[in-house]
């Protein structure tokens, strides 16, 4: 018996999981939901946007109150996030201006609370997921914008999954409550500006070392079809990570994983590596450089942020050059993702079909070492999710091509001009070690 099957998790049935497949069913679900919600709603994301969609879902929110006062509604996001405005935006524009502007003119007003993971946003933020409505829990990568819903003509592709399950959905709530709701650190985002109360600058150092404790608390078997819920802070004792590495290494068969920003940290690719020498297969779908939330088309002004999909494609390029003898073979299938001006921020592992890893984790340093992240492992022992989840995989396939040679991605020589300026400077100074693992 593997490690992984002495897990337990929470008993589901095989028809208590559903897919949606797209972020316009992600948002029409999670509308429906809001609406007919009876005891609770609680949303942890990275940030709700102060735009088109974020303000639908925050005005659904606000009816569901005014409908029934008792529904005890919960938003958590990332305080940093939500306190400064976008990147390259300057002036005082964070979206907790909108959540304040809203509450202040509501008749029953809700919680939205930040979590300050780290004491500055690049040191770490709150990537927890998930959107807990009453007995089921929506489980996405996606925050809460007009890109991630699909309200316009731009979507950015992520993962959505409902999982109908009372005690997951109590789980997943008692951990926010314990750890997140109920720590000092954590504010509301919608306090008056001229009585604001900011969280003691040693609560939120101290924040990390708490955090780093959280775990989902149930009744667990081990027996038939399951799900774990898993959280994660920081390089010791991880159980998040420690999951991603015992798939990969107890995997008999193949892997099929997903990540938008390829950087593995050492010990995970370490063990893809002999994953591939043992004579298994490995599947990965990336996003192409184009399809990177950081992505400047070249005819635009360009920025220093603009360099790190081109970091992320080299990190791409090196592995694939490593194990260039598993692709010409046909172990090492890499696929590259790509659909017109649309985005690309997918995660997640798949083992033998048996075993899946829906998570937020960008599976990358940054995640693995300086996020709060969680992630919901799905045991299928009777095989009565296997059909989905492939149909689900070839959804993902379809704008995506496969590379049957390392110098199909490009080198640095064939960059523009700013990108290659930047990224030289930065190995000559020796500093892309240290951005690999912050990335």
Known sequence: MTLLDKLGGIPIQPDALQWLLTPKALKAELLTR????????????????????GREILAA???????????????????????????????DSGNYQMYRKVMQAAKHPIDILG??????????????????????????GASINDIYLHQGEKYRFDRYHVIESAELAASMRQMIQTYLIQDPAVSSLTQDKATEILPHKNDIRSLKSRLAKANYQYKSTTIGNRVT???????????????????????????????????????????????????????????????????????????????????????????????????????????LWKDGINSYHLKGISADSKRHLITGSNLNPRAWALDLENGLLLHDECGAWKEKFEEEQAHILQHTERLYHYSQIESLNDYPAPVRKIMTRIRRLKADFLLRRIL
């Not at 006062?69 to 996030?81: A, E, N």
Request: proline share 5%.
């Open 61 to 91: 929110l606000m009816s569901a109150k005014d409908n029934n006062p008792q529904l005890d509604i919960k938003v958590l996001v990332d305080f940093h996030r939500a306190r400064r405005g976008l990147i390259g935006h300057k002036g």
């Open 229 to 335: 819920p898993v959280v994660g802070l920081g390089r010791k004792k991880n159980k998040l990570n420690k999951i991603v590495v015992d798939m990969v290494t107890e995997s008999q068969e193949a892997l099929f994983i997903c990540t938008p920003y390829f950087n593995p940290p050492y010990m995970l690719a370490r063990a893809l590596a002999k994953h591939l020498k043992d004579g298994k297969r490995i599947d990965i779908v990336v996003g192409d450089k184009t399809a990177n939330d950081f992505y400047i088309p070249p005819e635009q002004d360009f920025s220093t942020i603009g360099a790190l999909p081109y970091m992320y494609e080299q990190s791409l390029r090196k592995f694939a050059k490593r194990q260039q003898w598993a692709i010409e073979n046909g172990q090492l299938n890499i696929h």
């Open 34 to 53: 809001i609406a007919s919600a009876v005891h609770s709603i609680y949303i942890a994301a990275l940030y709700l946007e102060d735009d088109e969609a």
């Open 115 to 140: 979590v300050p993971v780290k004491s500055r946003e690049f040191m770490g933020v709150l990537h927890l997921k998930g959107f807990i409505v009453d007995d089921a829990v929506i489980y996405s």
